[in-house]
């Protein structure tokens, strides 16, 4: 039996078929109870439409608990600012405060250089009213200059007065619990929810995989490879993988499991259903 609150992240929908399948996907999910749900950043001019409608359907629509994510790049102090306001007017309690990258096209950043920056700017804005969440990286930001740096930035981003860490997802747990002890004697406190990637699309997921700096082990590739056309044995290999990790994850202390859908519901209700 699953002990801890889970939370899923979707990205907001540009298209109908796409709102369409978000629809599908959050009437699926909301049956597991999640904690909350978070909602990616519209970046490329999109900043100011997407990511708010979608916090607005999800809230109103699916009665979620929605938290939308932000981020310092191609943002000015002002669209920040605004945001803020209409995300507390829309009854939001809980923010994801991330770096992000630079939209495709932009030439120049944000008026926030680091996430640490635009959690300092959420405090002095609204004091305690939201809850800010923040990123980590338990295999290492792949900008990072080293592991001591990384550590480093997350630390300042707790300073700043963050709440707590969704991390990047992984599918190795020792990195996961070598990370949080790490972590907690650089004086970190917060809690540490792990990020939870169920496989789908396994070419799809080295992709990101390769972009995000996410190690995916070798033997896993292999049985990948193994299956060769067999779709039945793959999602049923990669639902009973991830949910052993998920389920290891748990028992190690992990706070709660933050799952990555992709807009998709059946990867992770596969995972949930052997964890249930």
Known sequence: MLRVPISFEFYPPKTDEQR????????????????????????????????????????????????????????????IRQLLKLYRALGCRRLVALRGDLPSGMARMGDFRFASDLVAFIRAEHG????????????????????????????????????????????????????????????????????????SNFSQLRRFSEACGAEIPRWIGKRMQAYGDDVDAIREFAADFVAGLCRRLVEGGAPGLHFYTLNLSKPTLNVLQRLR
């Open 128 to 199: 305690d009213w939201f809850h800010v969440e923040v990123g980590c990286y338990p295999e290492m930001h792949p900008q990072a200059e080293d592991a001591f740096a990384d550590l480093r930035h997350f630390k300042a981003k707790v300073d700043a007065g963050a709440d707590g860490a969704i991390s990047q997802y992984f599918y190795n747990a020792d990195a996961y619990f070598r990370f949080v002890d790490d972590a907690r004697r650089a004086g970190i406190d917060v809690p540490i929810v792990p990020g939870i990637m169920p496989i």
């Open 20 to 79: 369409v399948q978000l629809d599908r996907t959050a009437q699926r999910l909301k049956g597991e109870s999640p904690e909350y749900v978070s909602c990616t950043f519209g970046a490329g001019g999109s900043t100011l439409s997407y990511t708010p409608e979608t916090v607005r359907h999800l809230r109103e629509e699916h009665a979620l608990d929605a938290a939308p994510h932000l981020s310092c790049m191609g943002g000015t102090g002002d669209e």
